[in-house]
């Protein structure tokens, strides 16, 4: 039962118990129910009686004193001087009807969080980190749901190393300015879409869900790492992944990277902003990209990634960079086998 529910059904009681007087209670049973409508009326009036913190004792109260009134209303005509006895057990036993069921549903709600809590700690995914006995040289090991980690042969991420030159069309990005909800999810700072803005990567669509950023880059180019690489990972109807990624270089600070960092939650949780945000602005100006097939960089590692990395960086200032590493540092995964996979790039 909500607050508004027992609100509700306090409010109904109450308001019968205050109609009562003193006057209305039979001589016989006077000092019973003037012991009752007290202390019915105070569990009312009481101050410490809120919504917020609703006191059992309290509803217990007002219902008997309230049920009392619904009582001799249903007894009506029949002269209360020698009917005190039927009013008092009736009352009784309404209340305790009444009481029984709220404890009822209470302590099945109670059993039904508990049973609620249980499942979801059997089927929660297992935990997984960048490092110790947790990170991703036993990421394989931690579930079945992530054996793909350890046994898949189009892993991410790869050095973009030796790639062959083709003519590969331009990414077609169609996204619009959104209020973001910047997240912190103990592993990233994610930026979720409105789910509005579409990419085409090789004749398909895919619709834009979040953005994110590793320290250092995830992608190697001819064995080195950027400081910082940003994913923008899309989705196509058939459930498939397309994931462009940005490299960002130290340099000037970084105007439209400030603006998610100035509300980036310290700890895990979310915060949404208040003005619009252009993700484009996180885009480089020449477009030319590497092109493979791989995977999503963290558990469970699904093979289900088209890759686009664009080639030239982006700049961010020596602080944006470790304001990033002060909350995640470090938080990428070891490059993977390319195992003959092609790596293509623009010409």
Known sequence: MSFRALALWRSGYAEDCKSLH???????????????????????????????????????????????????????????????????LTSIALSLIGNAGFARDGMEKHHKAEAKAESHDRTAAPHWSYNGHDGPENWGTLSPAYGACASGTQQSP??????????LPAISINWKGFVPTVVNNGHTIQVNSDKKGTMVL????????QFHFHHNSEHTVNG???????????????GSLGVLGVFFKEGQANPALQKIWNIAPLDP??????????????????????????????????????????????EASRAQ?????????????????????????TQ
Not at 31 to 37: H, P, T, V
Not at 158 to 167: E, F, W
Not at 228 to 238: C, G, P, S
Not at 278 to 303: N, V
């Open 22 to 88: 003193p006057g209305s209670i039979p001589g016989g049973a006077s000092s019973f129910f003037l012991m009752i409508y007290k202390a019915g009326q105070a569990a009312i009036y009481s101050p410490f009686n809120n919504l917020q913190a609703p006191n059992v004792l309290s509803f217990a109260l007002i219902a008997t004193c309230g049920n009392y009134a619904l009582s001799i209303r249903a007894i009506g005509e029949i002269n209360m001087q020698h009917n005190y006895k039927l009013v008092l």
């Open 224 to 238: 080195r790492h950027y400081p910082l690489e940003a994913h923008f990972v899309h989705q196509a109807e058939d």
């Open 202 to 209: 090789d004749g398909k669509t895919y619709t834009l869900l």
């Open 269 to 314: 949780g979310q915060m949404k902003a208040k003005k619009k945000f252009k993700p484009g602005a996180l885009l480089p100006r020449d477009r030319g990209y590497f092109r493979y097939e791989g995977s999503l960089t963290t558990p469970p590692c699904s093979e289900v990634v088209s890759w686009a990395v664009f080639d030239q960086p982006l």
């Open 158 to 167: 790869i050095d973009l190393m030796a790639a062959r030159l083709a003519p």
């Open 321 to 345: 960079i470790d304001a990033f590493a002060g909350l995640y540092a470090d938080n990428y995964r070891p490059v993977q086998n390319t195992n003959r996979r092609f790596i293509l790039h």
